[in-house]
């Protein structure tokens, strides 16, 4: 049971346009959504995180959007910069019951940013 | 700082062997997960280990299993290796116990485990 989706496999963008990553979860509990970067050969790296009782939080270039009702979120990137291009990761933590200590991640988008 | 450091980086094994994986956290750092990455399924939690107590597993078979020692260094097994245990093994620490209220996670660069 996939609890958090990322139904793009991929994204392509031209450099200096907005980039646009989306996320769909069903698990009603969860608390905290984040976002992680990953390059090749490399560690996934945390990017922006959101509470369940917020709708939007910014961080230069990245800001976030959850929309409760829909169970859906999105991470937006502007402008985009070729070194962005990396796999996005969305995730998900549950702050009560037993849980804790658990992300579930999506599949991850690969975004390709292009010159 | 140095960061997490996972040991080795590649390992080729074949069905039916063990393996034992190795991750250092940060400096400083008590609380160690590992994740599991396969193409398409994004990344599947396997365990957390705080103060050398298991405080939370994935859904694994028993033939995953990890410790974690007193200098918080951590391990993990995977016995009698099948074909479908192919993966990239991500560890990530954090300085205390996840709570899920958005802590960070910081990930090594993970062991590339290939049976054959």
């Known amino acids: 049971d996939q609890q958090v989706k990322q139904n793009s496999p991929s994204l392509s963008v031209q450099e200096g346009r907005i980039s646009i990553l989306n996320c769909d979860y069903t698990?009603?509990?969860?608390?905290?959504f984040l976002w992680y970067k990953k390059y090749p050969a490399e560690g996934p790296t945390f990017l922006i995180s959101?509470?369940?009782?917020?709708d939007k939080n910014e961080d230069g270039r990245f800001t976030v959007f959850l929309n409760k009702s829909a169970k859906h979120l999105s991470l937006h990137i502007v402008p985009s910069q070729p070194g962005d291009s990396a796999v996005y990761f969305c995730?998900?933590?549950?702050?009560?019951?037993?849980?804790?200590?658990?992300?579930?991640f999506g599949q991850g988008t690969i975004l390709t940013v292009h010159p | 700082k140095a960061g997490v450091t996972q040991t080795p980086r590649y390992l080729i094994k074949t069905r039916g062997q063990q393996v034992t994986l190795s991750c250092s956290p940060i400096?400083?750092?008590?609380?160690v997960s590992w994740y599991q990455q396969t193409p398409g399924q994004g990344l599947q939690f396997l365990f957390e280990?705080?103060?050398?107590?298991?405080?939370n597993k994935g859904n694994f078979p028993g033939r995953f299993s990890g410790r974690q020692f007193s200098n918080s260094r951590s391990e993990m097994n995977v016995s009698t290796l099948e074909l479908g245990d192919s993966a990239l093994y991500l560890c990530?620490?954090?300085?205390?116990?996840?709570?899920?209220?958005?802590?960070?996670?910081?990930f090594g660069s993970g062991t590339q485990l290939s049976v054959l």
């Open positions: 698990n009603s509990m969860f608390d905290y």
């Open positions: 990530a620490s954090s300085p205390e116990p996840l709570t899920g209220y958005g802590e960070k996670l910081f």
């Open positions: 400096s400083g750092h008590r609380s």
């Open positions: 995730a998900a933590s549950n702050a009560g019951g037993t849980s804790y200590g658990k992300l579930t």
């Open positions: 959101i509470s369940s009782i917020k």
């Open positions: 280990y705080f103060s050398e107590t298991q405080r």
